[in-house]
């Protein structure tokens, strides 16, 4: 049996769908979790007037929330976390690029860590993955993602770029 492909229509089947769903990024034929990601690169300068105190409350906020949105998301499809279930990783994006100055050196460097950590899931992204199920779940693993793709991103900002400048 294949995988459920979605639709616009599920998209709007329930408001917890639009969020889960990526607005639609999620329905993308390839890669829906890169395409996904990608949502996280505007919500992140969208926050960058709030400080670091105040993207980590947002990114609290939007991490709770996405607990609720994908739990339901994945209720309403059917299947835990569908690949078009995105909301994980756009909170994964904003933690990546929560410390990183804005340009597009660490943008481009954060979105592809991020993207690397996302699908390799080394211990314990992956140990995560497999077994804590749920809306809690879906959204963990993308956290120790970016937590993981915040420190390399610092590592190369901080120590390898100025050697090669």
Not at 67 to 75: G, Y
Not at 79 to 86: A, E, L, R
Not at 136 to 159: C, K, P, S, T
Request: charged share 10%; hydrophobic share 60%.
């Amino acid at each position: 049996m294949g995988q459920l492909r979605l639709r616009p229509k599920h998209v709007v089947a329930h408001p917890a769908n639009v969020f889960a769903l990526g607005f639609g990024l999620g329905l993308s034929k390839y890669a829906p979790g890169t395409v996904g990601s990608l949502l996280g690169l505007p919500l992140f300068l969208l926050l960058q007037p709030l400080g670091i105190f105040g993207m980590l409350i947002a990114i609290a906020v939007l991490f709770g929330f996405g607990v609720w949105c994908c739990e339901v998301c994945s209720k309403n499809l059917e299947v835990h976390d569908h690949p078009g279930i995105v909301w994980d990783e756009v909170v994964g994006m904003l933690i990546t690029l929560l410390f990183a100055p804005l340009s597009w050196l660490s943008l481009l460097l954060g979105f592809l860590l991020f993207r690397f950590f996302d699908v390799l899931k080394p211990w314990p992204i992956g140990w995560v993955d497999a077994r804590v199920s749920g809306g809690l779940g879906i959204m963990l693993d993308d956290v120790l993602a970016g937590i993981f793709a915040l420190a390399a991103l610092q590592i190369i900002l901080r120590w390898l770029v100025p050697l090669v400048s």
